[in-house]
Protein backbone atom coordinates (compact mmCIF):
# COMPACT_ATOMS: atom_id res chain seq x y z
CA UNK A 1 0.00 0.00 0.00
CA UNK A 2 2.85 2.28 0.97
CA UNK A 3 4.75 1.81 -2.31
CA UNK A 4 1.56 2.68 -4.49
CA UNK A 5 1.46 5.60 -2.54
CA UNK A 6 4.82 6.81 -3.25
CA UNK A 7 4.46 5.42 -7.42
CA UNK A 8 1.62 7.80 -7.34
CA UNK A 9 2.97 10.71 -5.39
CA UNK A 10 6.07 10.35 -8.20
CA UNK A 11 3.68 10.81 -10.66
CA UNK A 12 2.38 13.77 -9.65
CA UNK A 13 5.20 15.57 -9.22
CA UNK A 14 6.69 14.57 -12.86
CA UNK A 15 3.23 16.17 -14.68
CA UNK A 16 4.20 19.13 -12.01
CA UNK A 17 7.43 19.17 -13.32
CA UNK A 18 6.66 19.26 -17.07
CA UNK A 19 3.66 21.53 -16.53
CA UNK A 20 6.08 24.28 -15.27
CA UNK A 21 8.91 23.87 -17.85
CA UNK A 22 6.42 24.42 -20.32
CA UNK A 23 5.45 27.98 -18.60
CA UNK A 24 6.74 31.44 -20.70
CA UNK A 25 9.90 32.77 -18.69
CA UNK A 26 7.84 36.09 -17.61
CA UNK A 27 5.29 34.06 -15.77
CA UNK A 28 7.74 31.64 -14.78
CA UNK A 29 9.51 34.75 -13.12
CA UNK A 30 6.56 36.18 -11.74
CA UNK A 31 5.55 33.12 -9.98
CA UNK A 32 8.88 33.30 -8.37
CA UNK A 33 9.02 36.51 -7.42
CA UNK A 34 5.37 36.34 -5.96
CA UNK A 35 6.14 33.13 -4.10
CA UNK A 36 8.91 34.88 -2.13
CA UNK A 37 6.94 37.55 -0.65
CA UNK A 38 4.67 34.91 0.61
CA UNK A 39 5.72 34.41 4.31
CA UNK A 40 3.17 31.68 5.88
CA UNK A 41 3.16 32.01 9.58
CA UNK A 42 1.62 28.59 11.47
CA UNK A 43 -0.78 29.19 13.87
CA UNK A 44 0.15 28.88 17.38
CA UNK A 45 -0.47 25.72 19.21
CA UNK A 46 -3.79 25.49 21.14
CA UNK A 47 -3.10 25.42 25.18
CA UNK A 48 -4.19 22.38 25.56
CA UNK A 49 -1.29 20.55 23.38
CA UNK A 50 1.85 20.11 24.58
CA UNK A 51 4.28 22.94 23.80
CA UNK A 52 6.52 21.36 20.80
CA UNK A 53 9.97 22.75 19.99
CA UNK A 54 9.29 25.78 16.88
CA UNK A 55 11.57 26.59 14.15
CA UNK A 56 11.92 30.13 13.68
CA UNK A 57 10.67 31.59 10.52
CA UNK A 58 13.26 34.11 8.87
CA UNK A 59 11.55 37.66 8.42
CA UNK A 60 12.80 38.90 5.24
CA UNK A 61 16.58 40.33 5.42
CA UNK A 62 16.71 43.71 5.74
CA UNK A 63 18.62 46.12 2.60
CA UNK A 64 22.35 45.64 3.65
CA UNK A 65 25.35 45.66 1.45
CA UNK A 66 25.56 42.32 -1.05
CA UNK A 67 29.27 42.86 -0.21
CA UNK A 68 28.84 41.53 3.62
CA UNK A 69 25.98 39.40 3.66
CA UNK A 70 25.23 36.71 1.04
CA UNK A 71 21.57 36.22 -0.17
CA UNK A 72 19.99 33.91 2.01
CA UNK A 73 18.71 30.67 1.56
CA UNK A 74 14.98 30.07 1.64
CA UNK A 75 14.96 27.66 4.40
CA UNK A 76 17.45 27.75 6.94
CA UNK A 77 20.93 25.74 6.69
CA UNK A 78 21.05 22.12 8.42
CA UNK A 79 23.83 23.85 10.54
CA UNK A 80 22.09 26.76 11.67
CA UNK A 81 19.42 24.24 12.80
CA UNK A 82 22.10 22.53 15.09
CA UNK A 83 23.90 25.41 16.29
CA UNK A 84 19.94 27.36 17.59
CA UNK A 85 18.72 24.02 19.14
CA UNK A 86 22.44 24.03 20.46
CA UNK A 87 22.11 27.36 22.20
CA UNK A 88 18.94 26.56 23.72
CA UNK A 89 20.42 23.16 25.23
CA UNK A 90 22.99 25.49 26.62
CA UNK A 91 20.52 28.10 27.97
CA UNK A 92 18.24 25.83 29.66
CA UNK A 93 21.79 24.09 31.06
CA UNK A 94 22.87 26.87 32.40
CA UNK A 95 19.26 27.98 33.89
CA UNK A 96 18.81 24.63 35.85
CA UNK A 97 22.41 24.77 37.02
CA UNK A 98 22.13 28.75 38.34
CA UNK A 99 18.97 27.38 40.38
CA UNK A 100 21.00 24.00 41.38
CA UNK A 101 23.31 26.07 42.85
CA UNK A 102 21.21 28.53 44.75
CA UNK A 103 19.20 26.47 46.31
CA UNK A 104 21.32 23.23 46.78
CA UNK A 105 24.76 24.86 46.98
CA UNK A 106 24.18 28.20 48.39
CA UNK A 107 21.07 27.66 50.74
CA UNK A 108 21.91 24.49 52.21
CA UNK A 109 26.14 24.82 52.38
CA UNK A 110 27.11 22.48 50.32
CA UNK A 111 28.68 19.09 51.81
CA UNK A 112 31.08 20.73 53.79
CA UNK A 113 28.85 23.46 55.77
CA UNK A 114 26.39 22.83 58.44
CA UNK A 115 22.49 22.67 57.24
CA UNK A 116 21.17 24.75 60.21
CA UNK A 117 18.31 22.49 61.43
CA UNK A 118 14.67 23.10 61.96
CA UNK A 119 13.41 25.16 65.20
CA UNK A 120 12.88 23.13 67.83
CA UNK A 121 15.76 21.03 67.36
CA UNK A 122 18.56 19.19 69.91
CA UNK A 123 20.81 20.75 67.56
CA UNK A 124 19.28 24.34 67.86
CA UNK A 125 19.02 24.48 71.27
CA UNK A 126 22.44 22.85 72.09
CA UNK A 127 25.07 23.71 69.34
CA UNK A 128 25.97 27.11 67.81
CA UNK A 129 23.19 27.11 65.18
CA UNK A 130 20.45 28.66 67.27
CA UNK A 131 22.54 30.64 69.63
CA UNK A 132 20.85 33.36 70.98
CA UNK A 133 23.27 36.78 70.96
CA UNK A 134 24.88 37.12 74.20
CA UNK A 135 23.93 40.20 75.63
CA UNK A 136 26.40 41.69 77.97
CA UNK A 137 25.21 43.69 80.95
CA UNK A 138 26.15 47.86 80.94
CA UNK A 139 29.18 48.58 83.26
CA UNK A 140 28.08 50.00 86.67
CA UNK A 141 31.08 52.73 86.83
CA UNK A 142 33.04 54.16 83.90
CA UNK A 143 35.76 51.68 82.70
CA UNK A 144 38.98 52.37 80.46
CA UNK A 145 39.00 48.73 79.11
CA UNK A 146 37.23 45.27 79.00
CA UNK A 147 38.97 42.01 79.34
CA UNK A 148 36.81 38.89 78.15
CA UNK A 149 37.82 35.50 80.27
CA UNK A 150 36.14 32.62 78.46
CA UNK A 151 35.62 29.24 80.58
CA UNK A 152 33.83 26.10 80.06
CA UNK A 153 32.39 26.11 83.39
CA UNK A 154 32.41 28.04 87.11
CA UNK A 155 34.79 26.04 88.40
CA UNK A 156 37.61 27.35 86.34
CA UNK A 157 36.95 30.81 87.24
CA UNK A 158 39.51 31.12 89.61
CA UNK A 159 42.58 29.98 87.72
CA UNK A 160 41.59 32.10 84.67
CA UNK A 161 40.77 35.39 86.62
CA UNK A 162 44.49 34.65 88.61
CA UNK A 163 45.95 34.76 85.24
CA UNK A 164 44.81 38.17 84.22
CA UNK A 165 45.50 39.82 87.47
CA UNK A 166 49.57 38.56 86.37
CA UNK A 167 49.05 40.61 83.17
CA UNK A 168 50.44 44.04 82.14
CA UNK A 169 47.42 46.41 81.78
CA UNK A 170 47.87 49.74 79.67
CA UNK A 171 44.65 51.15 81.10
CA UNK A 172 45.44 53.60 83.84
CA UNK A 173 42.21 53.43 85.03
CA UNK A 174 39.96 50.27 86.37
CA UNK A 175 39.75 47.16 83.87
CA UNK A 176 35.84 45.49 83.64
CA UNK A 177 36.39 41.81 83.48
CA UNK A 178 33.22 39.80 81.84
CA UNK A 179 33.16 36.28 83.06
CA UNK A 180 31.49 34.45 79.86
CA UNK A 181 30.24 30.59 80.22
CA UNK A 182 31.19 29.45 76.78
CA UNK A 183 29.15 25.91 77.27
CA UNK A 184 25.71 27.87 78.82
CA UNK A 185 26.23 31.19 76.10
CA UNK A 186 25.96 33.45 79.75
CA UNK A 187 28.05 35.77 81.39
CA UNK A 188 28.10 34.72 85.04
CA UNK A 189 27.18 36.72 87.73
CA UNK A 190 28.00 37.68 91.36
CA UNK A 191 27.01 34.10 92.97
CA UNK A 192 28.94 32.07 90.16
CA UNK A 193 31.99 34.67 91.44
CA UNK A 194 31.22 33.67 95.00
CA UNK A 195 30.85 29.88 94.25
CA UNK A 196 34.23 29.67 92.05
CA UNK A 197 36.12 31.43 95.42
CA UNK A 198 34.47 29.13 98.02
CA UNK A 199 33.39 32.49 99.55
CA UNK A 200 31.00 32.18 102.08
CA UNK A 201 28.72 34.63 103.58
CA UNK A 202 26.06 35.21 105.98
CA UNK A 203 22.84 33.57 105.33
CA UNK A 204 20.83 35.61 102.48
CA UNK A 205 23.14 38.42 101.96
CA UNK A 206 23.10 37.77 98.46
CA UNK A 207 20.21 37.83 97.86
CA UNK A 208 20.16 41.66 98.76
CA UNK A 209 22.76 42.33 96.01
CA UNK A 210 21.93 41.92 92.29
CA UNK A 211 23.33 39.45 90.57
CA UNK A 212 24.51 41.44 87.68
CA UNK A 213 28.04 42.98 88.69
CA UNK A 214 30.72 44.65 87.66
CA UNK A 215 34.27 42.51 88.27
CA UNK A 216 37.13 44.80 87.99
CA UNK A 217 41.10 44.84 87.97
CA UNK A 218 42.85 47.71 89.13
CA UNK A 219 46.33 47.88 87.03
CA UNK A 220 49.66 48.85 89.04
CA UNK A 221 52.64 47.40 90.35
CA UNK A 222 50.87 45.27 91.44
CA UNK A 223 46.99 44.98 90.25
CA UNK A 224 44.00 44.70 92.87
CA UNK A 225 40.93 43.91 92.15
CA UNK A 226 37.08 44.89 92.79
CA UNK A 227 33.54 44.67 92.51
CA UNK A 228 30.67 46.84 92.19
CA UNK A 229 26.93 45.61 92.17
CA UNK A 230 23.38 47.03 93.30
CA UNK A 231 21.78 46.46 96.72
CA UNK A 232 18.12 45.54 95.77
CA UNK A 233 17.11 45.16 99.57
CA UNK A 234 18.15 47.14 102.74
CA UNK A 235 16.30 45.28 105.25
CA UNK A 236 18.52 44.13 107.79
CA UNK A 237 21.74 44.64 105.28
CA UNK A 238 23.93 46.54 107.87
CA UNK A 239 23.17 44.12 110.70
CA UNK A 240 24.26 41.20 107.83
CA UNK A 241 27.58 43.35 106.64
CA UNK A 242 28.21 43.87 110.80
CA UNK A 243 28.22 40.24 111.50
CA UNK A 244 30.03 39.07 108.45
CA UNK A 245 33.40 40.82 109.66
CA UNK A 246 33.78 38.43 112.03
CA UNK A 247 34.75 35.60 109.20
CA UNK A 248 35.19 37.37 106.28
CA UNK A 249 38.58 37.32 106.51
CA UNK A 250 38.82 33.20 106.39
CA UNK A 251 35.53 33.26 103.82
CA UNK A 252 37.54 35.42 101.47
CA UNK A 253 40.41 33.73 101.90
CA UNK A 254 40.56 32.05 98.32
CA UNK A 255 39.82 35.09 96.59
CA UNK A 256 42.60 37.12 98.24
CA UNK A 257 45.13 34.11 98.06
CA UNK A 258 45.40 35.12 94.37
CA UNK A 259 46.68 38.27 95.13
CA UNK A 260 49.83 37.16 97.60
CA UNK A 261 47.64 36.93 101.34
CA UNK A 262 49.79 34.03 103.28
CA UNK A 263 49.44 35.33 106.62
CA UNK A 264 46.96 36.81 109.01
CA UNK A 265 46.04 40.44 108.70
CA UNK A 266 48.04 42.90 110.56
CA UNK A 267 44.63 44.39 112.17
CA UNK A 268 42.29 43.14 115.00
CA UNK A 269 39.37 43.92 112.89
CA UNK A 270 37.50 46.18 110.90
CA UNK A 271 38.26 50.23 110.72
CA UNK A 272 36.29 53.16 109.73
CA UNK A 273 37.61 55.46 106.95
CA UNK A 274 36.01 58.24 104.88
CA UNK A 275 36.37 59.42 101.24
CA UNK A 276 33.82 61.74 98.92
CA UNK A 277 32.22 61.90 101.70
CA UNK A 278 31.72 58.08 101.86
CA UNK A 279 32.52 55.88 104.51
CA UNK A 280 33.98 52.66 104.06
CA UNK A 281 35.38 49.82 106.54
CA UNK A 282 38.91 48.23 105.77
CA UNK A 283 40.79 45.30 107.42
CA UNK A 284 44.96 46.13 107.01
CA UNK A 285 46.63 42.77 105.41
CA UNK A 286 49.83 44.43 104.68
CA UNK A 287 50.71 47.90 104.80
CA UNK A 288 51.89 48.11 100.84
CA UNK A 289 48.24 48.97 100.66
CA UNK A 290 46.72 45.60 100.80
CA UNK A 291 43.33 44.69 102.39
CA UNK A 292 40.26 43.93 102.42
CA UNK A 293 37.55 47.21 102.04
CA UNK A 294 34.00 47.70 101.79
CA UNK A 295 31.66 50.26 101.19
CA UNK A 296 27.81 50.11 101.03
CA UNK A 297 26.49 53.84 99.70
CA UNK A 298 23.59 55.03 97.76
CA UNK A 299 22.05 51.66 96.25
CA UNK A 300 25.89 50.38 95.11
CA UNK A 301 27.91 47.76 97.14
CA UNK A 302 32.14 48.10 96.76
CA UNK A 303 34.42 45.48 97.63
CA UNK A 304 38.18 46.13 96.75
CA UNK A 305 41.60 44.65 97.81
CA UNK A 306 43.08 48.25 98.63
CA UNK A 307 42.81 51.79 99.78
CA UNK A 308 43.60 53.04 96.27
CA UNK A 309 41.21 51.00 94.40
CA UNK A 310 38.55 51.96 96.99
CA UNK A 311 39.08 55.37 96.05
CA UNK A 312 39.68 54.68 92.49
CA UNK A 313 35.78 52.81 92.83
CA UNK A 314 33.80 55.62 95.01
CA UNK A 315 35.39 58.51 91.89
CA UNK A 316 34.02 56.48 88.92
CA UNK A 317 30.45 55.06 90.68
CA UNK A 318 29.94 59.10 91.31
CA UNK A 319 31.35 59.94 87.86
CA UNK A 320 28.69 57.22 86.50
CA UNK A 321 25.86 58.63 88.74
CA UNK A 322 26.73 61.85 88.03
CA UNK A 323 26.58 60.85 84.01
CA UNK A 324 23.16 59.56 84.95
CA UNK A 325 21.84 62.59 85.88
CA UNK A 326 23.12 64.98 83.66
CA UNK A 327 20.66 64.80 80.93
CA UNK A 328 18.42 66.62 84.51
CA UNK A 329 19.86 69.69 82.43
CA UNK A 330 18.21 69.90 79.54
CA UNK A 331 14.40 70.52 78.75
CA UNK A 332 13.41 68.93 75.12
CA UNK A 333 11.03 68.89 72.69
CA UNK A 334 9.70 65.77 70.29
CA UNK A 335 7.93 65.04 67.80
CA UNK A 336 4.21 63.64 68.37
CA UNK A 337 0.89 63.67 70.54
CA UNK A 338 1.27 60.46 72.60
CA UNK A 339 4.21 58.75 74.05
CA UNK A 340 5.29 56.49 71.41
CA UNK A 341 7.75 53.48 71.80
CA UNK A 342 10.16 55.45 69.68
CA UNK A 343 10.13 57.89 72.23
CA UNK A 344 10.66 55.57 75.50
CA UNK A 345 13.83 54.43 74.19
CA UNK A 346 14.98 58.07 73.71
CA UNK A 347 13.98 59.27 76.86
CA UNK A 348 15.12 55.94 78.22
CA UNK A 349 18.85 57.02 76.68
CA UNK A 350 19.51 60.27 77.67
CA UNK A 351 16.95 60.80 81.28
CA UNK A 352 16.21 64.36 79.99
CA UNK A 353 14.99 66.43 83.07
CA UNK A 354 12.33 68.19 81.10
CA UNK A 355 10.07 68.19 78.37
CA UNK A 356 9.05 71.42 76.07
CA UNK A 357 5.16 71.28 74.55
CA UNK A 358 4.52 72.94 71.33
CA UNK A 359 1.34 73.58 69.64
CA UNK A 360 2.06 70.31 67.94
CA UNK A 361 2.36 68.28 70.41
CA UNK A 362 -1.32 69.52 71.75
CA UNK A 363 -4.89 68.30 70.48
CA UNK A 364 -7.57 68.37 73.13
CA UNK A 365 -8.16 68.26 76.46
CA UNK A 366 -8.11 64.96 76.87
CA UNK A 367 -5.23 63.57 75.31
CA UNK A 368 -3.19 66.65 76.69
CA UNK A 369 -3.61 65.00 80.21
CA UNK A 370 -2.98 61.35 79.11
CA UNK A 371 0.25 63.10 77.39
CA UNK A 372 1.75 64.74 80.56
CA UNK A 373 0.39 61.60 82.78
CA UNK A 374 2.27 59.39 80.77
CA UNK A 375 5.48 61.30 80.75
CA UNK A 376 5.10 61.60 83.92
CA UNK A 377 4.94 58.09 84.71
CA UNK A 378 7.50 57.62 82.03
CA UNK A 379 10.32 60.06 83.99
CA UNK A 380 9.27 58.41 87.42
CA UNK A 381 9.96 54.96 86.27
CA UNK A 382 13.17 55.76 84.10
CA UNK A 383 14.85 58.65 86.00
CA UNK A 384 13.04 58.02 89.58
CA UNK A 385 12.49 62.04 89.28
CA UNK A 386 9.62 64.08 88.34
CA UNK A 387 9.60 65.43 85.10
CA UNK A 388 9.56 69.83 84.13
CA UNK A 389 6.72 69.85 82.09
CA UNK A 390 7.10 72.92 80.30
CA UNK A 391 4.59 75.31 77.80
CA UNK A 392 4.71 78.99 76.96
CA UNK A 393 1.13 79.92 77.87
CA UNK A 394 2.09 83.74 77.64
CA UNK A 395 -1.84 84.55 76.97
CA UNK A 396 -2.36 86.51 73.63
CA UNK A 397 -0.67 85.78 70.57
CA UNK A 398 1.50 82.73 72.29
CA UNK A 399 -0.87 80.32 73.86
CA UNK A 400 0.28 77.06 72.97
CA UNK A 401 -2.69 75.70 74.55
CA UNK A 402 -5.58 77.28 72.38
CA UNK A 403 -8.44 75.81 74.21
CA UNK A 404 -7.58 77.27 77.28
CA UNK A 405 -10.32 79.81 78.61
CA UNK A 406 -7.88 82.00 80.35
CA UNK A 407 -5.34 84.04 77.18
CA UNK A 408 -5.59 87.19 78.03
CA UNK A 409 -2.70 89.01 76.45
CA UNK A 410 -0.05 91.02 78.91
CA UNK A 411 -1.01 94.18 77.32
CA UNK A 412 -4.34 94.00 78.57
CA UNK A 413 -3.45 93.45 82.39
CA UNK A 414 -4.15 96.61 83.98
CA UNK A 415 -3.30 96.35 88.14
CA UNK A 416 -1.50 94.30 90.18
CA UNK A 417 -4.71 92.63 91.48
CA UNK A 418 -5.49 91.47 88.09
CA UNK A 419 -2.03 90.26 87.44
CA UNK A 420 -2.75 87.71 90.37
CA UNK A 421 -6.25 86.60 89.24
CA UNK A 422 -5.01 85.74 85.73
CA UNK A 423 -1.81 83.92 87.01
CA UNK A 424 -4.39 81.37 89.67
CA UNK A 425 -6.93 80.86 86.68
CA UNK A 426 -4.27 80.39 84.29
CA UNK A 427 -1.95 78.49 86.96
CA UNK A 428 -5.49 75.84 87.91
CA UNK A 429 -5.73 75.36 84.40
CA UNK A 430 -2.10 74.04 83.25
CA UNK A 431 -1.98 72.36 86.92
CA UNK A 432 -5.32 70.22 85.41
CA UNK A 433 -3.80 69.42 82.29
CA UNK A 434 -0.52 68.06 83.65
CA UNK A 435 1.76 70.99 83.14
CA UNK A 436 4.14 72.24 85.64
CA UNK A 437 6.25 74.87 84.36
CA UNK A 438 5.19 78.04 82.30
CA UNK A 439 7.28 79.77 80.78
CA UNK A 440 5.68 83.20 81.08
CA UNK A 441 5.64 86.70 82.23
CA UNK A 442 7.37 88.11 79.14
CA UNK A 443 9.60 90.74 81.29
CA UNK A 444 11.50 92.34 78.04
CA UNK A 445 11.27 96.19 78.12
CA UNK A 446 10.15 96.73 74.32
CA UNK A 447 8.78 99.45 72.40
CA UNK A 448 6.05 99.64 69.35
CA UNK A 449 8.69 98.55 66.36
CA UNK A 450 10.42 95.48 68.28
CA UNK A 451 9.07 92.33 67.67
CA UNK A 452 8.18 91.36 71.11
CA UNK A 453 6.26 94.46 71.35
CA UNK A 454 3.08 92.43 71.29
CA UNK A 455 4.11 89.99 73.88
CA UNK A 456 4.94 92.57 76.42
CA UNK A 457 3.44 94.64 79.26
CA UNK A 458 4.24 97.54 77.48
CA UNK A 459 4.74 99.14 80.38
CA UNK A 460 7.48 101.49 81.81
CA UNK A 461 9.76 99.02 84.11
CA UNK A 462 8.54 99.81 87.13
CA UNK A 463 4.98 98.99 86.60
CA UNK A 464 5.95 95.95 84.37
CA UNK A 465 7.62 94.52 87.14
CA UNK A 466 4.89 95.19 90.03
CA UNK A 467 2.87 92.79 87.32
CA UNK A 468 5.07 90.59 86.61
CA UNK A 469 5.44 89.88 90.37
CA UNK A 470 1.24 89.12 91.18
CA UNK A 471 1.20 87.05 87.99
CA UNK A 472 3.93 84.85 89.82
CA UNK A 473 2.70 84.47 92.73
CA UNK A 474 -0.51 83.56 91.09
CA UNK A 475 0.71 80.53 88.99
CA UNK A 476 2.83 79.94 92.22
CA UNK A 477 -0.71 79.97 94.32
CA UNK A 478 -1.83 77.36 92.11
CA UNK A 479 1.54 75.13 92.42
CA UNK A 480 2.58 76.31 88.96
CA UNK A 481 6.16 76.92 88.34
CA UNK A 482 7.85 79.80 86.86
CA UNK A 483 10.29 81.07 84.50
CA UNK A 484 10.89 84.59 84.14
CA UNK A 485 12.19 85.78 80.67
CA UNK A 486 14.17 86.94 78.32
CA UNK A 487 16.48 88.26 80.29
CA UNK A 488 18.00 91.29 80.20
CA UNK A 489 15.74 91.40 77.07
CA UNK A 490 15.28 91.46 73.50
CA UNK A 491 14.46 94.94 73.26
CA UNK A 492 15.29 97.29 70.47
CA UNK A 493 14.92 94.17 67.90
CA UNK A 494 13.15 94.72 65.25
CA UNK A 495 13.16 91.13 63.28
CA UNK A 496 12.87 87.89 64.34
CA UNK A 497 15.97 87.10 66.80
CA UNK A 498 15.60 83.53 66.35
CA UNK A 499 16.62 83.96 62.07
CA UNK A 500 19.78 85.52 62.53
CA UNK A 501 21.94 86.20 66.16
CA UNK A 502 21.24 89.36 66.74
CA UNK A 503 23.88 92.38 68.38
CA UNK A 504 22.62 95.26 70.11
CA UNK A 505 24.98 97.62 72.10
CA UNK A 506 24.16 98.26 75.76
CA UNK A 507 22.27 96.37 78.31
CA UNK A 508 18.75 96.73 78.48
CA UNK A 509 17.03 97.59 81.77
CA UNK A 510 16.64 95.00 84.11
CA UNK A 511 15.41 96.64 87.26
CA UNK A 512 11.54 94.88 86.34
CA UNK A 513 13.50 91.46 86.82
CA UNK A 514 14.61 92.35 90.06
CA UNK A 515 10.55 93.49 91.15
CA UNK A 516 9.11 90.46 89.75
CA UNK A 517 11.78 88.73 91.96
CA UNK A 518 10.28 89.20 95.14
CA UNK A 519 7.23 86.21 93.99
CA UNK A 520 10.63 83.82 94.12
CA UNK A 521 10.18 82.72 90.81
CA UNK A 522 12.28 79.31 90.40
CA UNK A 523 13.63 80.26 86.90
CA UNK A 524 14.89 83.00 85.04
CA UNK A 525 15.27 82.52 80.70
CA UNK A 526 18.15 84.38 79.25
CA UNK A 527 18.04 85.82 75.85
CA UNK A 528 20.36 84.57 72.84
CA UNK A 529 21.57 87.91 72.06
CA UNK A 530 24.94 89.74 71.94
CA UNK A 531 25.11 92.52 74.24
CA UNK A 532 28.65 94.28 72.92
CA UNK A 533 29.34 96.66 76.13
CA UNK A 534 29.28 93.29 78.25
CA UNK A 535 30.40 90.65 76.29
CA UNK A 536 31.26 91.48 72.27
CA UNK A 537 31.55 88.19 70.99
CA UNK A 538 29.83 85.37 73.11
CA UNK A 539 25.45 85.29 72.91
CA UNK A 540 24.17 85.79 76.81
CA UNK A 541 23.85 82.60 77.69
CA UNK A 542 27.60 81.58 76.23
CA UNK A 543 29.32 84.53 78.33
CA UNK A 544 30.69 83.61 81.61
CA UNK A 545 30.74 87.79 82.02
CA UNK A 546 26.85 87.79 81.45
CA UNK A 547 25.96 84.77 83.42
CA UNK A 548 27.74 86.43 86.48
CA UNK A 549 25.85 89.95 85.72
CA UNK A 550 22.88 87.51 86.11
CA UNK A 551 23.82 86.40 89.46
CA UNK A 552 24.76 89.97 90.55
CA UNK A 553 21.04 91.21 90.18
CA UNK A 554 18.69 88.21 90.82
CA UNK A 555 20.81 86.07 92.63
CA UNK A 556 22.64 82.77 92.76
CA UNK A 557 19.41 80.90 93.91
CA UNK A 558 17.24 81.31 91.02
CA UNK A 559 18.04 78.44 88.30
CA UNK A 560 19.30 79.60 85.18
CA UNK A 561 17.48 78.60 82.01
CA UNK A 562 18.38 79.54 78.02
CA UNK A 563 16.73 80.38 75.07
CA UNK A 564 16.04 77.44 72.85
CA UNK A 565 19.71 76.35 71.43
CA UNK A 566 18.10 74.26 68.73
CA UNK A 567 19.11 77.14 66.06
CA UNK A 568 20.69 77.24 63.25
CA UNK A 569 21.81 80.83 63.91
CA UNK A 570 23.88 79.77 66.74
CA UNK A 571 25.34 76.54 64.36
CA UNK A 572 26.47 79.45 61.98
CA UNK A 573 27.89 81.12 64.57
CA UNK A 574 29.49 78.13 66.75
CA UNK A 575 30.04 74.33 66.66
CA UNK A 576 27.10 72.33 67.89
CA UNK A 577 29.61 71.35 71.03
CA UNK A 578 30.31 75.21 71.83
CA UNK A 579 26.23 75.51 71.83
CA UNK A 580 26.31 72.86 74.31
CA UNK A 581 29.76 73.36 76.35
CA UNK A 582 29.14 77.05 76.91
CA UNK A 583 26.70 77.90 78.24
CA UNK A 584 26.97 74.96 81.14
CA UNK A 585 30.52 76.61 81.36
CA UNK A 586 29.29 79.96 81.92
CA UNK A 587 26.85 78.70 84.60
CA UNK A 588 23.38 78.19 82.72
CA UNK A 589 21.55 75.28 84.75
CA UNK A 590 19.20 74.18 82.24
CA UNK A 591 19.59 73.85 78.18
CA UNK A 592 16.38 74.05 76.12
CA UNK A 593 16.50 72.16 72.51
CA UNK A 594 13.02 71.82 71.01
CA UNK A 595 14.82 70.15 67.81
CA UNK A 596 12.99 72.82 65.95
CA UNK A 597 16.26 73.25 63.73
CA UNK A 598 18.87 71.45 64.93
CA UNK A 599 17.55 67.59 66.14
CA UNK A 600 17.52 67.04 69.86
CA UNK A 601 19.35 64.10 69.44
CA UNK A 602 22.07 65.51 67.66
CA UNK A 603 22.96 68.31 70.78
CA UNK A 604 22.26 65.28 73.64
CA UNK A 605 24.73 62.49 71.71
CA UNK A 606 26.95 66.17 71.53
CA UNK A 607 26.60 66.96 75.47
CA UNK A 608 27.06 63.34 76.40
CA UNK A 609 30.39 62.94 74.34
CA UNK A 610 32.04 66.47 75.63
CA UNK A 611 30.76 64.76 79.36
CA UNK A 612 32.70 61.68 78.50
CA UNK A 613 35.71 63.19 77.04
CA UNK A 614 36.19 65.54 80.56
CA UNK A 615 35.88 69.29 78.16
CA UNK A 616 32.65 69.83 80.50
CA UNK A 617 33.69 71.12 84.22
CA UNK A 618 31.89 68.32 86.42
CA UNK A 619 31.85 70.53 89.41
CA UNK A 620 29.46 72.78 86.88
CA UNK A 621 27.00 69.99 86.28
CA UNK A 622 26.78 69.19 90.17
CA UNK A 623 26.03 72.45 91.16
CA UNK A 624 23.57 72.39 88.25
CA UNK A 625 21.95 69.33 89.13
CA UNK A 626 21.62 69.80 92.93
CA UNK A 627 19.72 72.82 92.04
CA UNK A 628 17.36 71.24 89.91
CA UNK A 629 16.72 68.37 92.24
CA UNK A 630 15.98 70.91 94.90
CA UNK A 631 13.46 72.22 92.77
CA UNK A 632 12.04 69.05 91.75
CA UNK A 633 11.73 67.67 95.48
CA UNK A 634 9.48 70.45 96.13
CA UNK A 635 6.78 69.73 92.92
Given amino acids: MQKDIAKLRELESQKERERIASLKPDETKARQEKKKEEVIIPPPPAASQPKREEVPVQAPAPEVPQTLIPKPPKRPAPIQKIMVRAAIVAGLVLVIGFFYWLLAVKKGGGAEEEVTPPAGTEE ?33 ISQAFSQSLEKTFDAEGPVRVVLENTTENKVLGLKDFFEAFEIASPEGLLEKFNDDFTLLIFPGQKNNLGFVTKVTETENLLNSLVSWETTMEKDTEKLFAILGKEGQALSSGFKTSVYQGVGFRYLTISREDFGICYAWFDDYFVLTSSFDSMKKTIDAVKVKELETQAGQMFIVGFEGKSVTPEFKEFFKKYLPGGILLLSKNIESKEQLKKLTADLQDLSLKEAKLPLFIAVDQEGGIISRISFAEEKTPQSEINDSSQAYQIGLERGKELKDLGINLNLAPVLDMTQEGDFLFDRSFQRDT ?12 GQKTASILTALKHFPGYGDIDFNPESSLAKVYSLPEVSQFKKAMEANPEFVLTANVVYENLDSSLPFSFSPAAIKFLKNNLGNDVAIVTDDLAQNYLLENFSLKDIIKKPIEAGADILIFSGWEIDVSQGLDAFFSSFENNEISQAKIKEAITKIIKIKENL
Avoid: C, Q
Avoid at 133 to 141: D, Q, T
Avoid at 464 to 471: D, H, Q, R
Fill in 124 to 156: ETGGTAGEEELIIPPSLITVNATETIEVASSPE
Fill in 462 to 473: AESGELAKYLVE
